[in-house]
T-cell receptor, first 109, second 113 residues
């Protein structure tokens, strides 16, 4: 079967750095996406990785290791507005997105 | 400012009633998705259209759910009859290509009593 695993919840302090991990087992791989979802709102796109390595975009970076079936989202200089759920999704061999359950990130002052 | 538009935003209905949710995808996007999100299950794919053709509805309970895309500007998701377990937030999303960023609507929050 296809499976995406990410921690259910994480807590971090304002100004700090947090790493949200995602491991996957899918039939084929055509890229990994990270989305951010604030409570009561729609998911919004953060990043897309299809090759191994680190993609940096401002305070957010996303890393991929295809051989390990592993990705992480790194958030630096955390702000209170970063409190949200972070969803990991993998595109399988049919380009269908397989979604993780999401990681709820709580930022404390 | 292009965005995906969903109606209704909120719907409260009684068990057994028909519910129809509508979505206007972003003009020019050729992929449209219907997702259901609950606290327990996360995002579940219900239906997927490419160039208005249904490609995947394997996640949709066929006995009560139906999804259609009568034209490029409208996608519908219908539940008949509705049940309390259908209570969830239903998201429509569209994308400009087969693989890429998805743009989500604000969702339709359904409560079935």
């Amino acid at each position: 079967g296809q499976n995406i695993d990410q921690p259910t919840e994480m807590t971090a302090t304002e100004g700090a750095i947090v790493q949200i991990n995602c491991t996957y087992q899918t039939s084929g791989f055509n890229g990994l996406f990270w989305y951010q979802q604030h409570a009561g709102e729609a998911p919004t796109f953060l990043s897309y990785n299809v090759l191994d390595g680190l993609e940096e975009k401002g305070r957010f970076s996303s890393f991929l290791s295809r051989s390990k079936g592993y990705s992480y989202l790194l958030l630096k200089e955390l702000q209170m507005k970063d409190s949200a759920s972070y969803l990991c999704a993998v595109a399988d061999s049919n380009y269908q997105l397989i979604w993780g359950a999401g990681t709820k990130l709580i930022i404390k002052p | 400012d292009a965005r995906v538009t969903q109606t209704p935003r909120h719907k409260v209905t009684e068990m057994g009633q028909e519910v129809t949710m509508r979505c206007q995808p972003i003009l020019g996007h050729n992929t449209v998705f219907w997702y259901r999100q609950t606290m327990m299950q996360g995002l579940e794919l219900l239906a997927y259209f490419r160039n208005r053709a249904p490609l995947d509805d394997s996640g949709m309970p066929k006995d009560r759910f139906s999804a259609e895309m009568p034209d490029a500007t409208l996608a519908t998701l219908k539940i008949q009859p509705s049940e309390p377990r259908d209570s969830a937030v239903y998201f429509c999303a569209s994308g400009p290509r087969v693989l890429g960023e998805l743009f989500f609507g604000e969702g339709s929050r359904l409560t079935v009593l």
